[in-house]
Every structure is written in structure tokens, then in C-alpha cells.
């Protein structure tokens, strides 16, 4: 690079006259040497983009295989607040000497369960594999297994080297993520030599306190970059649910003088159901210890030919204290053998019982009362303008009579028909872990045709209080239904249903068969059966439910259903083929996706009730899995697709306006798209009174968008309905609900 300038240049004049001058100015080409301009952040920085460059170096994966026995300790501990007596304090010192010894942040806890697991570890990298062999288990207290179970999903595993800490649906940037600088400032703290070399204490702290985010410091091998250490929080006003507090920490060794590999990770959680707690009612704990890494020994084959990723040894089962105190890596502390003693009886305080009355009855709407459960209590009563004021009495029989075995009725009785329904069910739980169920049900009621599953019930209180008034396709059914449920391997699910339904004709809805003819009833019996694999996918056993927990891969299912005439009095031949893909794209701090694609056709000439009667809605709940502004039977085919697509921004769009941001609203948008055609057999079949439509060339559009979270549970969309125009005229609609979420 150059510039030209020109060279000084003097000249006499004479002072007193008029001087004529003709200046010449000679060129001066002079050359520039090239500037570099470097970002200098500070030593943090710089410290921070040498770790990040040897991360993947660094982290325990990078090994070809290793193994490892790892100790874990569980403790749930609950406020004592209204769930200990000062008298009971008073009579049992014991107790007395625990809650003095454990007060976290002001407030004192008392163990209602802990757990210790002994297992052994195995990692390879290529092909990946995972295997946890557990050799011990020991746990006391808190006797409601899917309790325990679902609070010990927070029990997440995490490793400071990946992008993101998982937490249920939430995403949290850890301090070395690939674009720290987006989430994070650093600072550098100090330098101290250890063991011939030295060590950087790196500071961090959020950009945005209310984004779900850390703050702490980091110790750094300056020799290797590798974490040696680490000590994080989240801050009190991250945009989180139920999640009051999160601590994480963890330290590091160094194995064979080459590599840091994990001496132990301690992870502090305080939940609250409700944010109008101030102190967290509930804390999980979770101490994992790691020892005796080999990293030269091959993987056994019975590990790498196991299929399923953590197995039970032969040795599990019942072990002595003192075998317990040779096997553990660290003693217990006094208060975590007091625990041991304690648990029990604080399980049997009256606190204790009251809190577990209210788990049950928040999880189920079922009033416990001993062996019998009572409800739901959303339908004890309702109305509709064929059965007028409807009253619903139903029992089954509670977990703590059984629980792998339930029975269970309901009666209802209508002032407007005068008359009696009702319906009865039993099931067997064979086996938890794996899968293994079978169920039966009968009922002679009415039900709400073109209603998803997933909907309220029609004679839920809170669906007639937001009814749009479409009672009048009900139908009464009479019913038999015995399915099975058997979990093959981990992610593979299989089943099998056989049903027999009886659909009475109404005024409302006749009912047409082959021929033109009118009928008062049709019989169907048929039987399906279905197939499900996701990979990796592991569940939450909730009430005799199975719920699913976060894996990064689809769901995919298949089924096929069919029912031959003449047999078990069906009317008609038909084959159904149903195919479906659920997916759950985590975008990380830009929120998730959930998206659905599902699809089927019928062979086989069908009345209306056995086409497919796509879901609409006749509230204003919002439905996230029906149709929010189509009515019922507005849509009725044979061969259908449908596409559903919701993205959740957990907070990304409300968490910098200031004043909005505490009550953590976060934004969600929405499409849905559906098609589908009935063959021109099966349209006949359908009664033009009903006034069904069909789709011609245009799919049926939806579009919402809304905002959720709204005090932790309240949701509100804005529905517009982009194509066939509906009959009221109405394309835009507001829908809201309560859904709760992380």
C-alpha cells in the first residue's frame, strides 16, 4: 500500500512588492507497511478460545473405550414446612439434630427418600455405545414409585463439554458451548500453581439473567486446557418452570498423565409445583462418584452384544450394612444415615399424607379414599341438550390396593332422556419394566363422534362450560374392547385390539348402508394390530401410564385394522391402514418444534361412523391435536394426510421487555393442514342432512398464534382458519387452555 504526498518547497519573496509566483510541487511516493487491527477481549478471552479449540481433545468421549465404576446417591427432601410438628420435632431428637444440621437457604429439609446404586460403566466410541451394569441398589422412604420416578427424571445426566445442559424441554448454553460469547462475559479470576503446573480460575456470568442460563467459574489445566473443576448456578429470574434452583458441581482427574476424566458430579435442583412458593417445597440431590477407569481393556461381548442400555447383574438384590459401608467410596454423613432411620416415619407424618393425597388427586382428578378412588370429578356433573342435566358417579380401586391390578365403573343418569348409562373396566399390569399390559372396558354410553381422543370428555365440566353447542351429534355406543400392550425391546412396542361396537342411529345422525337403505344401528367387529418404534425413548411410569421422556429421535407407527362380515355379527368387510411419524426438534435456544405427519385410507364400502371422522372441536379449549375451528363431521374420508406443526420459543421473543419478562410468558405459533378424499361408494353413505363437505382440491388450513405460559400454566391462541370458509362466517377464533410445561 502507498500514498503520494509532495516534497516541502521553499521560495524568497521580496518584502514591500507585488510577488508573481509559479510554484511547482514535486510528488513524494512514499510506501505503507500493512496494519493489523486484533479484537483484544482481555486474557479471559483468550483463555477461553484455547479451551474451546481442545474441547473436543478433552472431553471423555474423545477415548476409543473406556470403562469405570460409578457409586450414585438420590436424595428428595421436602420442606419442613407444614409437613413437621414442633411437637414431633420435640419428641424425637433425632429429627431435632437433622433439621439443624441441614438449613439451605433458610429453610430446613428433612429426606423422604435416598437411594445408592453401585454399577459399572462401559463407553465405546466407534460404534457408539453405552452400557450401565448395575451391581446394588438400596433405597428407603417415599413409597409412591411413580413419584419418586418422575422426580428423579430431573436427575439429568450432563457434561460441561456439550453445547447445551438438558432439562426437560429447556436448553441451557453451558459455559463452553461453540458460541459462548453469544451467552456468556468471562473474566479471568486468578492463577495457581498445582502440582508443577497451573491452574486458571475462568469467571462467567449471563448476558440475559432471565434466559435460562449459569453463572460460576471454571479451573483450567494450563498445560492441557481441560476442565480440572467447575462450580455453576442458575440465576433466581432464568425463565424456567418449577425449577427454583440449580446447582452443578463437578471435579476432574487426571488418568495415566494424558487425559481429565470425572472424579465426581454433584447436581442441587429445587422444585416448586407453583411459583408462589418462596421457598422451594421439594430438593433432588445427586452425588455421582467415579473410580477405577481402565482404559486399555476391551469391552467384554456380553456388554457389547447387550441390546438394552442399562442391565441388572446377577448380584443385585439385598445387601448388608456392613457390605454397603466396604462398598461405598465415601462414608455417609450423619445426617444421610439419620435419613435412613427417618424416612420411613416422616413418610407417615400427617404433612406427608396430606401432600401425597394431593399428588394423587392432581395427577388423576380421582378423590382417593383408601382402596377406592372416586371421580373423575370433572364429570360428576354437565349438560348436554340430549341427556339435560347429567349426573356421573365413578369408582375404581387405588394403587395401594394394587398396583398392577385395577377394576373400576360409572353410572350416569340424564333428567333430559331419563335415562341410565354406563360402563365398567378392568386391567392386569403384567410387568413395568419391560411393558406388559392387558386391559378391558365396556360401556353403553354416549359419545361425541369426530372428537379426538385427546379432547374432554363430552360430559367434562369444563367442555360444556365452553361448549359452541354441537351435542347433537352424540351417539350412544355399545362397546367392548380388550387390548394388549407388550414392550418388545427398549423402543419397540407392539399391540393388539379386538373391539366390538354397536352405533345407534339418532335424529340427528342417521345412519345410511350400502343399497341407500336406512338402518337403526350398525355392528362392527374388528381387530388392529400395531407396531411403534423409537429409539433410545424411555418412559415415566405415571398411574398405570407410560409417559415418554425427551429423545432426540421420531416416533414412528404403524398399524393395520380390519373386519370381515358375518363375523362376531359385523356388518361390514373393511381394511384400514394408519401410519404416523412424530417428531420433537430441539433448536436449542431458539426453542422446539413438535411436528406430526400421519396418514391413512380404508378399503372397503363404510358408513359414515366407520370412516375417518376428522377431529374437530366444539369449545373454545384449545385442542393442540384436533382442528380448532372446524366443526364436528364438517370433514368425513376414506383416504386422508395430515400435517401439524407447533414451534414453542420458550421465552426467547418476552425475556428482554422488561416488566413482561417476570411473568414469563414465552411465544408459540402453530399450522395445521389436512387432506383427504372419500370414494364416491362411501360418499354416497353419507347423510346430506349432516351437509359434510369435501375437500375438492383445496386442503384445510390452519394457522394460530398465541402466547403460553402465562403464570406457568394458562395459554391463549389466535386461530385463523385460512381456507373453506366455515358456516358462522368466523375465520378467526381465540382458544385457550392449561398446559403445563418446563
Given at each position: ?188 479470576v486468578d492463577s495457581v500453581p498445582q502440582n508443577g503446573r497451573s ?384 417428531y420433537k426438534l430441539q433448536l436449542r435456544q431458539l426453542g422446539y ?150
Open positions: 500500500c502507498q500514498y503520494t504526498g509532495y516534497k516541502p518547497l521553499k521560495v524568497a519573496i521580496k518584502l514591500g512588492e507585488v510577488n508573481v509566483l509559479e510554484l511547482r510541487l514535486e510528488p513524494d511516493v512514499r510506501e505503507i507497511k500493512a496494519v493489523v487491527v486484533r479484537r483484544d477481549e482481555g486474557p479471559a478471552y483468550r483463555l477461553l478460545d484455547s479451551v474451546l479449540a481442545h474441547k473436543a481433545r478433552n472431553r471423555p468421549s474423545h477415548l476409543p473405550h473406556y470403562q469405570c465404576d460409578i457409586y450414585t446417591k438420590q436424595q428428595i427432601e421436602f420442606n419442613t414446612k407444614g409437613l413437621i410438628t414442633d411437637e414431633q420435632v420435640l419428641a424425637n431428637a433425632e429429627l431435632a439434630s437433622m433439621l439443624d444440621s441441614n438449613h439451605t437457604a433458610g429453610a430446613a429439609y428433612i429426606p423422604v427418600l435416598i437411594s445408592e446404586t453401585l454399577s459399572q460403566f462401559y463407553y465405546r466410541q466407534s460404534p457408539k455405545l453405552h452400557r450401565e451394569v448395575i451391581q446394588a441398589s438400596h433405597i428407603s422412604g417415599l413409597d409412591e414409585p411413580s413419584w419418586s420416578q418422575f422426580l428423579g427424571k430431573y436427575y439429568f445426566d450432563f457434561d460441561l463439554y456439550d453445547n447445551n445442559v438438558e432439562l426437560v424441554n429447556v436448553a441451557i448454553p453451558t459455559p463452553l458451548n461453540d458460541n459462548a460469547r453469544l451467552f456468556y462475559r468471562y473474566y479471568l491452574t486458571y480460575q475462568l469467571g462467567f456470568r449471563p448476558r440475559e439473567a432471565a434466559s435460562p442460563s449459569l453463572y460460576g467459574r471454571l479451573s483450567i489445566d494450563s498445560a492441557t486446557y481441560a476442565l480440572q473443576s467447575f462450580n455453576c448456578q442458575m440465576p433466581l429470574r432464568a425463565n424456567v418452570n418449577y425449577i427454583t434452583s440449580l446447582t452443578m458441581q463437578g471435579s476432574y482427574s487426571l488418568q495415566q498423565d494424558s487425559v481429565w476424566l470425572p472424579d465426581s458430579m454433584i447436581t442441587t435442583l429445587g422444585f416448586a409445583p407453583l411459583p408462589i412458593f418462596e421457598k422451594a417445597p421439594a430438593l433432588m440431590r445427586k452425588n455421582v462418584t467415579y473410580s477405577h477407569f481402565d482404559l486399555s481393556t476391551p469391552l467384554p461381548r456380553t456388554i457389547t452384544r447387550a441390546t438394552t442400555p442399562v442391565l441388572l447383574s446377577d448380584s443385585v438384590g439385598a445387601m448388608s450394612d456392613s457390605l454397603w459401608n466396604d462398598l461405598r467410596p465415601k462414608p455417609l454423613r450423619h445426617r444421610e444415615q439419620l435419613a435412613y432411620r427417618l424416612t420411613d416415619s416422616v413418610m407417615r407424618a400427617p404433612g406427608s399424607r396430606i401432600i401425597h393425597w394431593l399428588y394423587q388427586f392432581c395427577t388423576s382428578f380421582y378423590i382417593p379414599a383408601g382402596y377406592i378412588d372416586i371421580g373423575p370429578v370433572t364429570q360428576l356433573y354437565s349438560y348436554n341438550d340430549i341427556e339435560g342435566h347429567r349426573f356421573r358417579l365413578g369408582l375404581k380401586t387405588s394403587d395401594k390396593l394394587s398396583g398392577h391390578f385395577y377394576v373400576g365403573g360409572y353410572v350416569a343418569y340424564g333428567t333430559g332422556d331419563r335415562a341410565f348409562k354406563w360402563g365398567g373396566m378392568t386391567g392386569v399390569l403384567f410387568s413395568k419394566s419391560p411393558w406388559r399390559a392387558l386391559d378391558f372396558e365396556y360401556y353403553h354410553d354416549y359419545r361425541l363422534l369426530g372428537s379426538a381422543s385427546e379432547n374432554l370428555a363430552y360430559d367434562d365440566i369444563f367442555q360444556f362450560l365452553t361448549s359452541r353447542g354441537q351435542s347433537r351429534y352424540l351417539a350412544m355406543l355399545d362397546v367392548f374392547r380388550l387390548s394388549t400392550y407388550v414392550e418388545c425391546i427398549q423402543g419397540l412396542d407392539v399391540w393388539a385390539e379386538t373391539s366390538w361396537r354397536k352405533i345407534h342411529a339418532s335424529a340427528a345422525l342417521p345412519l345410511l348402508v350400502p343399497g341407500g337403505d336406512t338402518v337403526q344401528h350398525i355392528v362392527d367387529a374388528s381387530l388392529t394390530l400395531g407396531i411403534q418404534w423409537q429409539k433410545n425413548v424411555q418412559y415415566i411410569i405415571l398411574n398405570r401410564q407410560r409417559l415418554p421422556t425427551l429423545t432426540p429421535y421420531p416416533a414412528i407407527s404403524f398399524s393395520v385394522s380390519g373386519a370381515h362380515k358375518g363375523v362376531a355379527m359385523a356388518d361390514h368387510t373393511y381394511l384400514k391402514l394408519y401410519s404416523s411419524i412424530d418444534s413438535k411436528m406430526s405427519l400421519s396418514g391413512g385410507i380404508f378399503f372397503g364400502e363404510l358408513p359414515l361412523p366407520l370412516q375417518e371422522l376428522h377431529s374437530g372441536s366444539g369449545s373454545y379449549i384449545l385442542s393442540p391435536n384436533s382442528f380448532n375451528m372446524m366443526s364436528y363431521l364438517e370433514f368425513v374420508s376414506d383416504r386422508w394426510v395430515q400435517f401439524t406443526i407447533y414451534h414453542h420459543f420458550m421465552g426467547i421473543l418476552f425475556n428482554r421487555i422488561p416488566g413482561i419478562k417476570r411473568l414469563s410468558p414465552r411465544g408459540v405459533i402453530g399450522a395445521k393442514l389436512l387432506y383427504g378424499h372419500s370414494t364416491l361408494p362411501n360418499r354416497r353413505l353419507i347423510p346430506l342432512e349432516l351437509e359434510v363437505k369435501e375437500f375438492g382440491h383445496i386442503p384445510y388450513v390452519e394457522a394460530s398464534v398465541g402466547i403460553e405460559n402465562i403464570f406457568q400454566l394458562l395459554r391463549v391462541d389466535l386461530v385463523w382458519r385460512a381456507t373453506h370458509e366455515p358456516d358462522w362466517k368466523k375465520s378467526l377464533g381465540v382458544r385457550g387452555g392449561i398446559f403445563v410445561q418446563f
